[in-house]
């Protein structure tokens, strides 16, 4: 079974999470943290261990504040979001779920997730397993459930954290160069390997349906 993140890597939420960046900062008034131009320059803010990433400006307890707010607007956010899956996912994603199934793992609400999905996706090639944020347990508590559970071989992700769970995870490591994080980023974590673009990602998982 393969395992997915979901923002990033199945799912293109960048300009949404910019903009809710900078209503969150607004909102807030956490003028510490870097005023983001567009989309491109979330790279900045996603970096190394997600939940330590902002205390280059601000403290720890108030940077789970703001990722917790943030969370919250861009679940509000997401009914205006034009697109669900990636379209090049959309048949690698049913192919797998014909196969091996695959799961998705996510740091965004469970609701928000599984809609997103359903916009493009019928019911039998939904996830197999999909759990969130509205889940307990971290990342990797929930990546290590579905390595003994499901035989989850690998984990896709789009950060440099992803990598590290995975890795805890005792899990393969796969990162997406498109998504949140630059690819420096993403290769100082150590992946097994990086894909740069959705169209590597789906010959990716078409090679492990065949």
């Known amino acids: 079974m393969l395992v997915f993140d979901f923002d990033g890597v199945l799912h293109d939420s960048r300009a949404r999470a910019w903009r809710c960046y900078q209503d969150a900062r607004q909102e807030m008034a956490l003028d510490k943290l870097p005023d983001l131009a567009g989309p491109d320059d979330l790279r900045l803010v996603y970096q190394g261990v997600l939940s ?3 205390t280059r400006w601000i403290d720890f307890e108030t940077a789970e504040r703001f990722w917790r707010r943030h969370a919250e607007l ?7 979001e034009p697109h669900g899956v990636i379209a090049e996912m959309v048949g690698p ?3 797998l779920a014909a196969g091996p199934g ?13 809609g997103l999905l359903a916009r493009d996706l019928p019911a039998e090639a939904m996830p197999r397993v999909l759990l969130s944020r509205d889940e307990p347990g971290s990342k990797t508590d929930k990546l290590r ?17 992803d990598v590290l769970h995975a890795h805890a995870a005792g899990l393969t490591a796969i990162a997406v160069a498109y998504g949140y994080a630059s690819r420096e980023d993403l290769a100082a974590a150590a992946p097994n390997q990086i ?14 349906t065949t």
Do not use: F, K
Not at 74 to 80: K, N, P, S
């Open 195 to 208: 894909l740069s673009t959705p169209g590597d990602l789906a010959a990716y998982c078409q090679a492990r």
């Open 74 to 80: 861009t679940a509000r956010a997401a009914a205006d």
């Open 93 to 95: 994603l049913a192919e």
């Open 102 to 114: 695959y799961a998705v793992v996510t740091g965004s609400h469970h609701t928000t997730v599984h």
């Open 52 to 54: 330590a990433s902002l």
């Open 145 to 161: 459930l579905l390595r003994t559970r499901h035989g989850a071989t690998a984990y896709v992700g789009d950060t440099g954290s």
